[in-house]
């Protein structure tokens, strides 16, 4: 890194090559500094006006951090040894957003205020431009940007030097400390007081790290150290895993693994169990809780024979969890949450509104509650979708008959301004009529691009919510829904080759369960009834898939992506604005993830 003391010299060629840049004429490579060139061109394709400057503002920024709290002594006494020279320290958080400035001197704190460079404001650099707070966060590591180097002509009277901070025990990016002075008085050791700052409050979060994250890095370090087995330490906000972990498991079994980890580090002990990951492998996870606190400790993995008798007592093994409904396919964490709470509603006759996607499950949920609950008692279904096509007399009929135990109102999102007063008026008539033993009752709403319709009065009348997951945040249950679906359509004579299963589970399935069934019966009708599905099988539209699973996190992060997209009419710079990323990361997103712009 060059030292922060350019000469005029310097400062004229940045301007000559800023105007070139910015009327689109030719940039001479030695004119400017390659990083800066860089921010240059993508402030331009960020679309920013050269001539002003106009930054997001968050009125009250949180304050009660632990990059504040352990940064706040170290700004201090910064501030104090400046003892009145015309250099600001600032702090901000990881996105760029302003969280604290000290500035001694009256006419560079008028300024710096003027240019928006204050508390609440944000200077990442799709929003201000090249500037050294932003800049640095982008590339990751220290950056001085002196006067023309700026994008914005308001802040070229200025100098800068940014330093992202990097959490001590993760090593993730959490802020910047940035020092500001007139680019007249710039000096060379500018960026190496802005880095000694940085690692000062590096160190000083790391003596206010609690003792627990503390106990468990060191418990992590040393069973890493002393076994060759794979070692997970998890924590609330920790997840650290050696490079075995890594390489030995896929970001399904990954999802396995800390799936069991609650369970395993709930017991206060060290545990032992083995366990079937979604790619076949068996394992024997230890679980050994650390400082004191449940859901915290280490896990170590190693490889176990699926010979083994995994039912003795010897062996700790206890069988993944089950589906507590009837009738249900799917052993993962998020899938089991769901049917929980759905149980639960109906066990205590607590009418409950069903969302998600569609071809998620929300009536086979419903239905295989009602049978849990109440196996010889009748189940029916409506669909507010027929709304004009005998919707409200069906609606009535059906609660009319006394004998009618549990009704799904399917589609409620699809009800006009009457249908929805037809069925709120039909509502509050059966708890009337039936104010004892109503019967219970499940509306869905199919919610495509997460906007949930305004239905005002009517979801009053339905105190609890249950979000079913689409199928690609418990990508894992596909291994026992294929076969489940398999032995539906072809009487049990056809079953999943190993590298087919492998091309499924890496689908997203937009069209969820509902879509895999679909494929499935495509598959049955028009390639093989009996022997074993091969990935020359599958529909072309199944076979053109990510190259590897996403994890949950990833895949709640492309819908996001998705759905800022859809809603930004597919500018991809305004959705990152609605998403608070930068353009060269939704774009790298949108690639990685393999997302058709709409």
């Not at 997460?450 to 339905?462: A, I, K, N, Y």
């Not at 679906?485 to 999943?496: K, V």
Request: glycine share 8%; with cysteine.
């Amino acid at each position: 890194m060059d030292e922060l003391a350019p000469s005029i010299m310097d400062n004229r060629r940045a301007a000559t090559a800023r105007l070139n840049f910015l009327t689109l004429d030719p940039v001479a490579p030695q004119d400017v500094r390659p990083p800066i060139l860089a921010s240059w061109v993508r402030s331009r394709h960020w679309n920013l006006p050269a001539d002003r400057i106009t930054l997001p503002y968050v009125a009250d920024p949180d304050q009660d951090l632990p990059l504040t709290r352990s940064a706040g002594p170290v700004l201090r006494k910064l501030h104090e040894n400046l003892d009145g020279q015309p250099i600001s320290v600032i702090l901000t958080d990881r996105s760029g957003l302003v969280l604290q400035r000290l500035t001694a001197d009256t006419e560079l704190a008028r300024h710096l205020d003027k240019v928006y460079l204050a508390p609440g404001f944000s200077y990442a650099e799709e929003f201000a431009g090249t500037n050294g707070i932003g800049t640095a966060l982008d590339v990751g590591g220290p950056m001085h940007v002196f006067g023309h180097e700026h994008y914005a002509e308001d802040l070229e009277d200025l100098a800068c030097a940014g330093v992202p901070i990097k959490h001590p025990l993760n090593g993730k990016t959490i802020g910047a400390i940035d020092l500001t002075c007139w680019r007249k008085d710039a000096g060379s050791l500018l960026m190496a007081l802005a880095k000694s700052t940085a690692e000062s409050i590096r160190a000083a979060l790391l003596r206010d790290s609690s003792m627990r994250e503390l106990s468990l890095l060191e418990a992590y370090m040393q069973t890493s150290r002393r076994l060759g087995d794979m070692v997970i330490a998890i924590d609330d906000d920790l997840l650290l895993m050696n490079a075995k972990a890594r390489q030995s498991l896929d970001a399904g079994d990954q999802r396995a693994v800390l799936g069991h980890a609650t369970e395993i580090l709930s017991h206060g002990g060290t545990e032992t169990i083995l366990a079937e990951l979604p790619t076949g492998a068996w394992v024997r996870i230890t679980g050994r809780p650390i400082g004191g606190r449940t859901g915290a400790g280490i896990l170590q993995i190693s490889p176990h024979s699926a010979g083994v008798d995994l039912r003795s007592q010897a062996s700790g093994h206890r069988p993944p969890p089950r589906p507590v409904l009837p009738g249900l396919v799917g052993r993962s964490a998020p899938w089991l949450g769901s049917s929980r709470e759905v149980d639960n509603a109906c066990r205590a006759g607590q009418w409950v509104v069903l969302s998600g996607e569609r071809g998620v499950g929300k009536v086979a949920l419903a239905r295989a509650a009602h049978h849990q609950n109440n196996p010889a008692g009748p189940f029916h279904v409506v669909d507010a979708a027929r709304a004009g096509d005998g919707f409200a007399a069906e609606l009535d009929a059906e609660l009319a008959d006394d004998s009618v135990q549990a009704l799904v109102i399917r589609h409620a999102e699809c009800l006009d301004a009457d249908g929805l007063d037809s069925l709120i008026e039909a509502l509050y008539g059966v708890l009337e009529r039936r104010p004892s033993a109503p019967p219970w009752i499940a509306l869905t709403l199919t919610c495509e691009n997460g906007d949930t319709p305004d239905l005002g009065e009517l979801l009053t009348l339905f105190p609890l919510s249950v979000e079913v997951p689409p199928l690609r945040h418990h990508i894992e249950d596909v291994r026992d829904l294929v076969p489940h679906f398999l032995n539906q359509l072809s009487h049990g004579d056809l079953t999943c080759a190993p590298d087919t299963m492998q091309q499924l589970l890496r689908s997203s399935w937009p069209g969820n369960t509902a879509e895999l069934c679909q494929v499935l019966k495509q598959v049955v009708v028009r390639r093989r009834r009996a022997g074993v599905i091969t990935p020359a099988d599958l529909p072309a539209r199944t076979r053109a898939v990510s190259r590897r699973s996403l994890s949950q996190l990833e895949a709640l992060e492309r819908d996001a992506i998705v759905h800022s997209l859809i809603a930004n009419g597919g500018h991809k710079g305004r959705a990152a604005k609605s998403l608070g990323m930068s353009r060269a990361t939704i774009y790298r997103k949108i690639h990685d993830y393999g997302i058709q712009s709409p």
